[in-house]
Nanobody, 126 residues
Framework: QVQLVESGGGSVQAGGSLRLSCAAS????????MGWFRQAPGKEREVVAG????????WYADSAKGRFTISQDNAKNTVFLQMNSLKPEDTGMYYC???????????????????WGQGTQVTVSS
């Protein structure tokens, strides 16, 4: 089981930026699909961005395209989410999650992810 620890959340004004980090404890960081999810108050959790740790391939939800960037530092088993031009609707608890790559690829359905971090809060004020 991969253990994940998120950090970097905080409170910013609209238009600001935050960089979230997710450190994975398991040494076999490779062959993982790493996802960032968020849950706004009163809403269901949704996927924001994903990354294939071996290929570096990335995926973004429409709401994140052009504003968020997911990246990794393989040497540190860490995935990042750079969030720019933040909006009040980006407010929520952000979670990092991991799942093994299957047949070389990743899908981003929450049900596929078995390892989750504790979350980090992001609050964007208008």
């Amino acid at each position: 089981q991969v253990q994940l620890v998120e950090s970097g959340g905080g409170s910013v004004q609209a238009g600001g930026s935050l960089r979230l980090s997710c450190a994975a404890s398991e040494y076999t960081y490779s062959r993982r699909c790493m996802g960032w999810f968020r849950q706004a108050p009163g809403k269901e959790r949704e996927v924001v961005a994903g990354l294939h740790t071996d290929t570096g391939g990335t995926w973004y939800a429409d709401s994140a395209k052009g504003r968020f960037t997911i990246s990794q530092d393989n040497a540190k088993n860490t995935v990042f989410l750079q969030m720019n031009s933040l909006k009040p609707e980006d407010t929520g608890m952000y979670y990092c999650a991991a799942t093994p790559v299957i047949r070389g690829g990743c899908t981003w359905a929450q049900s596929r992810f078995g390892s989750w971090g504790q979350g980090t809060q992001v609050t964007v004020s208008s």
